[in-house]
Structures are given as C-alpha cells and as structure tokens.
C-alpha cells in the first residue's frame, strides 16, 4: 500500500481515535460517582470555607489523601473515590510540606484551630506554616468549620467527642483546682498509675522527652510547664500548671 499523505492522515486520525476512546471515553463511560459509606454534603459555611482553603493556596502545602503506606493522622482510613464525588475542583495535593487532611476532622478542638490559624509556631513550634490572622475572625471561623468537616460523617463523630469531653472539662475546672486534678487524675489509664515516681530513666530518655514536650506540648503548657504557652489566650479551660 502507497504511503500517501492522505493514508497517513487517515490512520493517524484512526489511531488517535483508538487511543482516545480506550484511555477516555472508556473510563469516563464507566466512572463511579458512588459517595462512599462517610460522604456527606458540606453545608454553606463549610463551603465557605473550602474557598478560602483555596484562594490561600493551603493545598500547595497539604494533601487530602490517605495511602496504604501512611502512618500519620487519620492514616487509620484509606481514601476512596467516594470521598470526593463532590470536589469542584479537586483538592487532592501533591506535596505535603505540612500534614495530610483529608481524615484531620474533629482531631483538634476549635480553640486549637484558632490558636494554629492565628500563629502556627503557638502550637507547633516548628512549623514552618505562614500565620493567617490577616483573614480576619470570620473568615478563619468558616476555615475552621471547613477543616472540622474533612473526614465527613467520620469527622463529624470525632468533632462531637470533642464537645462532649469539652463539656465535662469545663464542669471539673469550674469545679474548683481540686475537684479539676482529681478528675483528670481519673481519666489516666490504670497502669500509668502504678509506675514508680519517679519514674527510673536513662539521660537518653529524658532527652528524648524533653524534645518531645518541646515539639508537642511547649505552646499550650509553655517552657517550665506553668500552663502559660504562647497558644494559653486562645485555650478554655486553660492549660493545667506542672508546676
């Protein structure tokens, strides 16, 4: 057969053709729109809030996927295409310079929003996260709604156990310091209990503490434990003094 410029134009379009149908048309005939068994629509505000997500560029930053090979937070769940029926656009992420938040939902009050979103550093001294108190309260507020909402139904379970623990904080610090101690003494594990005080260690132990208080625990409970950490302002009830 004569390669003439017509032949080749004639199966060039057919096999682009073929190509086009097999790796578009085909999967496109065939996607799910299925909402996975957590899926929930986003009220307003927390739509609201996903557009500011947007405009501010968190998702150069953040992911909002779980693989297999994570360990992280909310890594206990792995995405499904249900989960994101409804994401115009998509918020999926590529470089995750800060945390994965697709499961993030319900994993920290709102007063520890509010301290994060105000100065990063107040909650985790070494995030390298821009502070966001330029956007104003209400603003921050929808972004706090919408961050408390990924995770969905799952979310929503968590932000409740939230309120509820809240709750019965608040009652045991309005109490009074002691009835306080003596209800968070109730809520640690027996065999915690039972350790020697104080606890036997090695120099190496106590380092390894000491960095860990400093990256997890220094900007609610502050430097010397005396609950006075640079995010204390934002915290109700505030945190409990070491010393």
Not at 98 to 123: C, I, K, M
């Amino acid at each position: 057969m004569k390669m003439t410029p017509v032949t080749i134009l004639i199966g060039s379009l057919i096999i682009f053709a073929a190509v086009l149908t097999i790796a578009v048309i085909l999967p496109w005939t065939t996607i799910s729109e299925q909402p996975s068994n957590i899926f929930r629509p986003r009220t307003e505000f927390e739509e609201e809030g996903r557009k500011i997500y947007v405009a501010n560029g968190c998702g150069y930053c953040h992911t909002q996927f779980v693989r297999n090979i994570d360990w992280d937070l909310g890594a206990e769940r792995i995405a499904q295409s249900g989960d994101y029926v409804k994401d115009q656009p998509h918020l999926l992420g590529t470089e995750r310079t800060g945390p994965d938040l697709s499961q993030v939902g319900g994993e920290h009050p709102d007063d520890w929003h509010w301290a994060h979103f105000t100065n990063p550093r107040f909650v985790r001294p070494e995030s390298i996260m821009p502070a966001w108190e330029f956007l104003g309260k209400e603003r921050i507020r929808a972004l706090i709604a919408y961050k408390q909402s990924l995770g969905f139904k799952d979310a929503d379970f968590r932000v409740q156990r939230q309120k509820f623990w809240k709750e019965k904080s608040l009652a045991a610090y309005e109490a009074g310091p002691e009835s306080n101690v003596t209800w968070l003494h109730s809520k640690v594990p027996e065999p915690w209990t039972k350790l020697p005080n104080p606890y036997p260690t090695t120099a190496a132990g106590l380092k390894r503490g000491h960095k860990i208080y400093q990256s997890f625990c220094i900007g609610c409970h502050g430097p010397i434990g005396d609950g006075m950490g640079p995010a204390q302002p934002f915290l109700y009830p505030p945190p409990l003094n070491f010393t």
